[in-house]
């Protein structure tokens, strides 16, 4: 039988301070033995790794743009590789840190999403518990980005417009069914 990670998600308002208490929650676990976690990044503007103080490795951003230039090119990443197999490729490991990162320019997140998606229901089995720093707002929760999660910690400082982006995704949350 197989064991699912216990899923943390962090929201809130931008500059509510979600990366840092993100940070602060997989020191903690890991300090208390809890590991391996797989911390995940799913921010477009990324900086988990600075407060984890690690490098960030490649971000799924870009892997999506390593699959563009080869489109652009007329290539295929190589032609046997369908580009959701290129992308598992890429990230054949087990990590610990895992980043979205951003696509140049203009365009949809969808790819992205998508990655993010299938690496986290591809990985959540080899880890106890995986935390997930959220972009500012609702995009993730609303996209559906994650399978399931245990427990949601909505972060607000004490502004109104903090606590009513709060109080907006845990609407949502309750909305789309999150227990």
């Not at 109104?160 to 909305?175: F, H, K, S, T, Y």
């Amino acid at each position: 039988e197989e064991t699912m990670a216990k899923i943390i998600a962090v929201a809130g308002k931008g500059g509510v301070g979600k990366t840092t208490l993100t940070g602060l929650m997989i020191q903690y676990l890991c300090k208390n033995g809890k590991t391996p976690i797989l911390a995940v990044d799913a921010d477009a503007n990324s900086n988990l790794n600075e407060v984890l103080g690690v490098e960030a490795g490649v971000s799924l951003g870009q892997i999506r743009e390593e699959i563009a230039q080869a489109e652009l090119r007329g290539d295929t990443i190589p032609k046997s590789m369908t580009k959701a197999d290129y992308a598992e490729y890429r990230f054949e490991k087990d990590f610990d840190l895992m980043v979205m990162g951003r696509t140049q320019g203009q365009g949809c997140y969808c790819f992205v999403n998508g990655l993010v998606q299938t690496q986290i229901q591809r990985l959540q089995a080899n880890y106890p518990y995986l935390v997930v720093d959220n972009e500012a707002g609702m995009e993730h929760i609303s996209r559906g980005l994650l399978p399931t999660m245990d427990v949601a910690i909505l972060v607000s400082d004490c502004s109104r417009r903090g606590v009513q982006a709060a109080g907006r995704i845990a609407a949502l949350m309750q909305e789309l069914n999150f227990k």
